[in-house]
Antibody
Framework: QVQLVESGGGLVKPGGSLRLSCAASGFRFSDYYMSWIRQAPGQGLEFVSHMSSRSTDINYADSVKGRFTISRDNAKNSLYLQMNSLRADDTAVYYC??????WGQGTLVTVAS | ENVLTQSPGTLSLSPGERATLSCRASHSITTYLAWYQQKPGQAPRLLISGASRRATGIPDRFSGSGSGTDFTLTISRLEPEDSAVYYCQQHGVSPWTFGQGTRVDIK
């Protein structure tokens, strides 16, 4: 069955960096658009970034543009999110997600001093 | 940005009743629409993709319909475990966007 497993979250100070990873299994990862979605505590779902199967179509939310970078390695069935210049309002659970295959369980990122 | 508006904000219904949730897009997305169910403390669960295709393992009491700008999620016979927040998401136009959610309460 489809499995998406995120890792790399944690506590980081404002201005710091983190790299999230997502390991995919149970489907042909290289065929699908993948995305990162986040959910701040008590809030709704917010699109962060998406990447097409061949990495040719990439999009970012305005709130993260210039600070976050999405990437993927189809040989490793993995998706990544490099997050730099982190701010308190980036605090959220970050999900690796496909709108056609499903979502992971999420990894918590907390930005605080 | 393609704004998704979900209605109603909250639905309070009894077990066995039918729930109809609406999602309206500000611009056409053909059928690039997904529906998710989220329970407290859990990740969103994919229910419907491509506006009407049930995801693996989703009971057939959940169905999706619509195209263009107007979409509907129907839960034909509510069960107590259907109590959750339901979100729609469009992935036809960048940036992808979500509706604000509809809370379904089971009386």
């Amino acid at each position: 069955q489809v499995q998406l497993v995120e890792s790399g979250g944690g506590l980081v100070k404002p201005g710091g960096s983190l790299r999230l990873s997502c390991a995919a299994s149970g489907f042909r990862f290289s065929d699908y658009y993948m995305s990162w979605i986040r959910q701040a505590p008590g809030q709704g779902l917010e699109f962060v970034s998406h990447m097409s199967s061949r990495s040719t179509d990439i999009n970012y939310a305005d709130s993260v543009k210039g600070r976050f970078t999405i990437s993927r390695d189809n040989a490793k069935n993995s998706l990544y999110l490099q997050m730099n210049s982190l701010r308190a309002d980036d605090t959220a659970v970050y999900y690796c997600a496909s709108p056609t295959m499903g979502w992971g369980q999420g990894t918590l990122v907390t930005v605080a001093s | 940005e393609n704004v998704l508006t979900q209605s109603p904000g909250t639905l309070s219904l009894s077990p066995g009743e039918r729930a109809t949730l609406s999602c309206r897009a500000s611009h056409s997305i053909t059928t690039y629409l997904a529906w998710y169910q989220q329970k407290p403390g859990q990740a969103p669960r994919l229910l419907i993709s491509g506006a009407s295709r049930r995801a693996t393992g989703i009971p057939d009491r959940f169905s999706g319909s619509g195209s263009g700008t107007d979409f509907t999620l129907t839960i034909s016979r509510l069960e107590p475990e259907d109590s959750a927040v339901y979100y729609c998401q469009q992935h036809g136009v960048s940036p992808w966007t979500f509706g604000q959610g509809t809370r379904v309460d089971i009386k």
